[in-house]
């Protein structure tokens, strides 16, 4: 895989256009863009395209969905770090925004060049199995693990991504080697278990229940402290033996630093009013398994901050490089 430095991320920013898809400046309406740092396909990508109608209608904007994938969320958030704090650029971002300070040099500072904006939702993650490999607990992974250290690959959404950790401390509690196969987003990580291409995959449970409810996958490990509703079977890793085991995947919205606080709160109380709405509620709850938050700015920047002390340690004492 390749390393992932200030250069690389540098050389992907510049690669890739700074406007969005050419849309009509004569327009009245300003052009508005949200940036989702990963594919089509993953979970945070549906998050912003069932957003955009509603903030369209109630800010009056042109919004177009831009995905900047790569360097595990980190080229399109150093983007929008870069990008003017004019209020019409919008970042949307997954767990791995909260590890990446520790995996790469970025050429940006998380905590002072992105200004917070909403909390989400958060959910839990899932791991699951190609229906035909012969795992269907995660004692059948212990097992086959002791019998050939590394035999059982899994794939993520990137390096030093929660779901990533979640596996290595899984694997350290359990004394098990695993294969960790990262790709750039759930989109792809997807793609490739459903292939046959790496034998599981662990991700939110908003990316991985749905392929498990249709039968394309078997669930073998939810990582919440209870049950999911859709997969009320899926054993929690407290119900397989370890305790006090709980992670959780999560979803937010950033703005370049500096954005005006009244631009922020308008934003966040118009997207607050969107995700509301019963019918995006439903489905975001529903079929992508998101415990809806919709927390403000403070809140945002407290539990990143909790998040960077929670995960950091982890990365630099298994010495998780963004390479791995």
Sequence with gaps: MTKFTRRTILAGM???????PAVARSQSAPLMRFVVPFPPGGSVDPIARLSQPGMQEKLGATIVVDNRPGASGSIGSAQVAKSPPDGNTWLFVFDTHAANPFLMDLPFDTEKDLAPVMLIGRAPYLLASHPGKPYNSFADIVKAS??????????TVGAGSV?????VMLGKRAGIQLTHVPYRGGGPAMAATLGGQVETIIGSAALGTPQVVNGKLKGILNTGASPLKALPNVQ????????????????GVFAPGGTP???IDRFATALREVLS???ISRQLSEQQQIEMVLGGPEELRKF???????????????????DQ
Excluded: C
């Design 304 to 322: 990143v901050t909790q998040q960077m002390q929670t995960w950091g340690p982890v990365i630099k004492e298994e010495n998780i490089k963004a």
């Design 146 to 155: 002791k019998a050939k250290p590394g035999s059982v690959s899994y794939a």
């Design 277 to 279: 709405q019963e019918k």
């Design 236 to 251: 929690t890793a407290r119900q397989a033996g370890f305790d006090n085991f709980e992670t959780y995947a999560w979803w």
């Design 163 to 167: 779901g990533h950790l979640a596996m």
């Design 261 to 263: 606080q009244p631009v």
């Design 14 to 20: 510049a690669a890739a256009p700074l406007a969005a």
